[in-house]
């Protein structure tokens, strides 16, 4: 399956980017970007896919991954089923990190831990329990306070033990090039329902495009993406109403339609159920909103969303 590039906004006045990730489950979004990416996952358990590592991974597990190579993580299993799952993600570019570290001897062993990361690294188990004391930094609102704590998590990391993720060859899927975990036909099935989701979509007519049977998507599907088909267009027809509820004043009926639900009372169900709240409430999180200049830790933005993720939407059910 080709990776989906993923553009890390990281707002007009900060060198890192933190994202504070709270979900249900954890869904299959294999991507890649040009950053760094350190990763604490919390409460999860489920397997994580880095390059060509295939891993399951329990509470805390800590991990680097380096720039452009393939990755996700993949859980349907809360530890704690009352809590969501947490994803405390910091995105850094490699080349901020080298310079930092030839004008300020301080943080001279930053080179070592970028070296190190060149097939990623997952940290020995602990370190991510200990980078819990961390987090009220991490997550401040003061965008200084945030840098200052990402710089010490990292110096701190340069040195702790860690294992490899990645053989070397896995870099050849890097950036656009075809991964083993799933056939380039579910692309086009992916690429379908990313261009056609407002319409009516049939698990035959998907199978149709794709050269496949219906049991052998719906087997693809739950192998590669972890999920049913109805459960992805679902998903890519919710995150596209989402997307139209913060962005404009368009009437809700008018958002249920273009999103692929003919049906409001349908439509406002679904979306309940997906999000915890309704439609309305959603919208009212984002009015009278200023333009910080940093990026929200707990919103994905735009940037990060399904148009850039191809394997990854927070939509609505099929009819």
């Known amino acids: 399956m080709k990776a989906a590039y993923e553009h890390v906004d990281f707002g007009e006045s900060c060198s890192v980017r933190v994202y ?7 869904p299959f979004e294999w991507h890649h970007h040009p950053e ?8 999860s358990q489920g397997k994580r ?3 060509d590592s295939v891993a399951v991974y329990g509470d805390d ?5 380096p720039p452009d190579l393939p990755h996700t993580w993949s859980s349907n299993r809360s530890i704690d089923p009352s809590q969501p799952q947490v994803a405390i993600v910091v995105w850094f570019d490699g080349a901020w990190v080298q310079r930092l570290a030839d004008l300020c001897p301080e943080y001279a062993d930053l080179r070592n831990l970028l070296r190190r990361a060149a097939c990623g690294l997952m940290f020995q188990e602990g370190s991510g329990t200990q980078m819990r004391a961390q987090l009220d930094r991490l997550l401040s609102a003061n965008a200084r306070e945030r840098l200052t704590a990402v710089l010490d998590i990292l110096v701190w990391l340069s040195d702790l033990p ?5 053989s070397p060859s896995a870099f050849e899927t890097r950036a656009g090039a075809t991964s083993a975990y799933g056939p380039d036909r579910l692309n086009r099935v992916l690429s379908l329902i990313d261009t056609q989701f407002a319409h009516p979509l049939k698990v035959g007519t998907l199978a149709k495009a794709a050269g496949m049977s219906e049991r052998t998507l719906t087997r693809h599907f739950t192998q590669h993406l972890g999920e049913s088909v109805g459960d992805y267009i679902a998903r890519v027809r919710i995150g596209h109403a989402c997307r139209m509820l913060a962005d404009t004043a368009m009437p809700i009926s008018v958002i249920a339609g273009r999103s692929g639900f003919p049906n409001l009372a349908n439509f406002n169900r679904q979306f309940k159920v997906t999000k915890q709240m309704t439609p309305v409430d959603y919208r009212r999180q984002f009015s009278g909103k200023k333009n910080d200049a940093s990026p929200s830790l707990t919103e994905r933005s735009p940037s990060l969303d399904s148009k850039q993720i191809a394997t990854k939407r927070q939509r609505s059910a099929p009819t």
Request: a neutral charge; zero cysteines; proline letters at 7%.
């Open 36 to 43: 760094y990416e350190l990763t604490l996952t919390m409460n």
């Open 61 to 65: 597990d800590l991990v680097l991954v």
């Open 162 to 166: 860690a294992e490899p993720l990645t």
């Open 49 to 51: 896919y880095i390059g």
């Open 20 to 26: 504070n990730r709270r979900l249900p489950r954890i």
